[in-house]
C-alpha cells in the first residue's frame, strides 16, 4: 500500500495534475495506481489512516512481545506479515480500518471531489421532532473507496484454487472486510440542540465515527479470539478445528500459528524481547515473567530530579522545588 511515503502523501501539491507520484510509490499493485491516479486528491487521506493504522498497532500491542516494530522496507512490518499469523491479520485490520476511516472523514470536511457529507437513511428510532441532517462522517463513501483500493491487491493476484497462496488471499480480504466493519460498527448517531439560551428548541442528529482508539480496543479484542482455518480444495476457507465456532465477518481469521517472538531472528524481522521495559509486579504480557520468555530482568536504579511543590506567587511568579526520587527499570534479559 506504499505505507512508507506518509510524509509524501500528505503533502498535496505531489499529487497535481502533471504529478508522477503514483508511479514512484513503493508497495503499490498495478491496479491500486490505476485507482491512485483517478482519485489523486484521496492519496494523502488513505496515507494518513493507514499511518494511523500502524500508530495504533503500536500502542495496542505496546507490552506485547512483538510490539508492531516497523521495519525500513516495503511491507512496513518486515517478513513477518508473510506468515499468516494472528499479529499479520491484526495489522491487515487495523490499517484497512484507518484508510476506511481517514476517507469517511476527508468526504465530510470536502477535501475530496468525488464525495461530500453523509447521505445515510434516518434511523427509525430517532425522535419525530429531531431533525436528522447536519454533516456527517460519509462511512458509506469510506467503506467502498477502501474495498476498491485495499482488496484490489488481492482480487488481481492469480492463485492456483484450494492452495496456500489463495488461502493467503481469501484471509487478507476477510481480514480487510473485518477492519472496515469495525468502522460502521463503532459509529453512532450524534445529536445536537440548538437554540436561544441553551432552549434547545432545535434537536439535528448525524452519523459520526468512533475514535480510531475505539476501534483499535475493539479490533484487539478480536485478535484475542481470532479464529484459526485453513483453504479447502474448492478455494474456500474453513474451520482448522471442527470445535471452533465458525467465524463470522467481523471476525479475524488466520491460517498459521505465530513464530516465536522471544527471540531476535533476522531471518523473519523479529527483534525479540532482549532489552524490552517491563513491569516486576504485572502477571499480564506487560509483566518481565511473560515479556522476558522466563529469562530473567536486569534492575537498574536512576535518580529523577523533577520540578514539585510548585506555588503561584500574585504577580506573576512561580516558585517551585527540585524533589528527588528514585526509582527502578527492569529490562528483560
Same mark, same amino acid.
Given at each position: 500500500?506504499?505505507?512508507?511515503?506518509?510524509?509524501?502523501?500528505?503533502?498535496?501539491?505531489?499529487?497535481?495534475?502533471?504529478?508522477?507520484?503514483?508511479s514512484?510509490?513503493?508497495?503499490?499493485?498495478?491496479?491500486?495506481?490505476?485507482?491512485?491516479?483517478?482519485?489523486q486528491?484521496?492519496?494523502?487521506?488513505?496515507g494518513?489512516?493507514?499511518?494511523?493504522?500502524?500508530?495504533?498497532?503500536?500502542?495496542?500491542?505496546?507490552?506485547?512481545?512483538?510490539?508492531?516494530?516497523?521495519?525500513?522496507?516495503?511491507?512496513?512490518?518486515?517478513?513477518?506479515?508473510?506468515?499468516?499469523?494472528?499479529?499479520?491479520?491484526?495489522?491487515?485490520?487495523?490499517?484497512?480500518? @484507518?484508510?476506511? !476511516?481517514a476517507?469517511?472523514?476527508?468526504?465530510?470536511? /470536502?477535501r475530496? =471531489?468525488?464525495?461530500g457529507? %453523509? +447521505?445515510?437513511?434516518?434511523?427509525?428510532?430517532?425522535h419525530?421532532?429531531?431533525?436528522?441532517g447536519?454533516?456527517?462522517d460519509?462511512?458509506?463513501?469510506?467503506?467502498?473507496?477502501?474495498?476498491?483500493?485495499?482488496?484490489?491487491?488481492?482480487?488481481?493476484?492469480?492463485?492456483?484454487?484450494?492452495?496456500?497462496?489463495? @488461502?493467503?488471499? !481469501?484471509?487478507?480480504?476477510?481480514?480487510?472486510?473485518? /477492519?472496515?466493519? =469495525?468502522?460502521?460498527?463503532? %459509529? +453512532?448517531?450524534?445529536?445536537?440542540?440548538?437554540?436561544?439560551?441553551?432552549?434547545?428548541?432545535?434537536?439535528?442528529?448525524?452519523?459520526?465515527?468512533?475514535?480510531?482508539?475505539?476501534?483499535?480496543?475493539?479490533?484487539?479484542?478480536?485478535?484475542?479470539?481470532?479464529?484459526?482455518v485453513?483453504?479447502?480444495?474448492?478455494?474456500?476457507?474453513? !474451520?482448522?478445528?471442527?470445535?471452533?465456532?465458525?467465524?463470522?465477518?467481523?471476525?479475524?481469521?488466520?491460517?498459521?500459528?505465530s513464530?516465536?517472538?522471544?527471540?531476535?531472528?533476522?531471518?523473519?524481522?523479529?527483534?525479540?524481547?532482549?532489552?524490552?521495559?517491563?513491569?516486576?509486579?504485572?502477571?499480564?504480557?506487560?509483566?518481565?515473567?511473560?515479556?522476558?520468555?522466563?529469562?530473567?530482568?536486569?534492575?537498574?536504579k536512576?535518580?529523577?530530579?523533577?520540578?514539585?511543590?510548585?506555588?503561584?506567587?500574585?504577580?506573576?511568579?512561580?516558585?517551585?522545588?527540585?524533589?528527588?526520587?528514585?526509582?527502578?527499570?527492569?529490562?528483560?534479559?
Amino acid at each position: 500500500m506504499g505505507l512508507l511515503e506518509f510524509e509524501e502523501w500528505s503533502n498535496q501539491d505531489l499529487f497535481s495534475g502533471r504529478s508522477r507520484m503514483c508511479s514512484k510509490l513503493h508497495g503499490l499493485t498495478p491496479g491500486q495506481r490505476r485507482v491512485c491516479r483517478r482519485y489523486q486528491d484521496h492519496m494523502p487521506a488513505v496515507g494518513a489512516g493507514a499511518k494511523q493504522g500502524i500508530t495504533e498497532c503500536q500502542y495496542q500491542f505496546r507490552s506485547r512481545r512483538w510490539n508492531c516494530t516497523v521495519t525500513g522496507d516495503e511491507t512496513v512490518f518486515g517478513p513477518l506479515t508473510l506468515i499468516a499469523s494472528r499479529e499479520t491479520a491484526f495489522t491487515n485490520a487495523i490499517t484497512s480500518a @484507518g484508510v476506511s !476511516l481517514a476517507i469517511s472523514r476527508a468526504c465530510r470536511d /470536502g477535501r475530496l =471531489a468525488s464525495c461530500g457529507c %453523509s +447521505r445515510a437513511a434516518r434511523p427509525k428510532n430517532l425522535h419525530d421532532d429531531w431533525v436528522w441532517g447536519g454533516c456527517g462522517d460519509n462511512l458509506q463513501y469510506g467503506y467502498k473507496f477502501t474495498e476498491g483500493f485495499v482488496d484490489i491487491r488481492e482480487r488481481e493476484r492469480k492463485v492456483k484454487r484450494g492452495s496456500r497462496e489463495q @488461502g493467503r488471499q !481469501l484471509m487478507n480480504r476477510h481480514n480487510n472486510e473485518a /477492519g472496515r466493519r =469495525a468502522v460502521i460498527k463503532k %459509529s +453512532r448517531v450524534t445529536c445536537k440542540c440548538h437554540g436561544v439560551s441553551g432552549s434547545c428548541s432545535l434537536i439535528t442528529c448525524w452519523q459520526q465515527l468512533p475514535s480510531f482508539r475505539e476501534i483499535g480496543d475493539y479490533l484487539r479484542d478480536k485478535y484475542e479470539g481470532a479464529t484459526e482455518v485453513k483453504v479447502s480444495r474448492r478455494g474456500k476457507l474453513r !474451520l482448522g478445528n471442527p470445535h471452533y465456532s465458525l467465524p463470522t465477518a467481523n471476525d479475524l481469521v488466520y491460517l498459521e500459528e505465530s513464530p516465536n517472538y522471544c527471540i531476535r531472528n533476522e531471518t523473519l524481522g523479529s527483534p525479540g524481547t532482549t532489552g524490552r521495559a517491563c513491569n516486576r509486579t504485572s502477571a499480564g504480557m506487560d509483566g518481565c515473567a511473560l515479556l522476558c520468555c522466563g529469562r530473567g530482568y536486569n534492575t537498574k536504579k536512576i535518580v529523577i530530579r523533577e520540578r514539585c511543590e510548585c506555588k503561584f506567587h500574585w504577580c506573576c511568579r512561580v516558585d517551585c522545588n527540585t524533589c528527588v526520587r528514585t526509582v527502578e527499570l527492569y529490562t528483560c534479559k
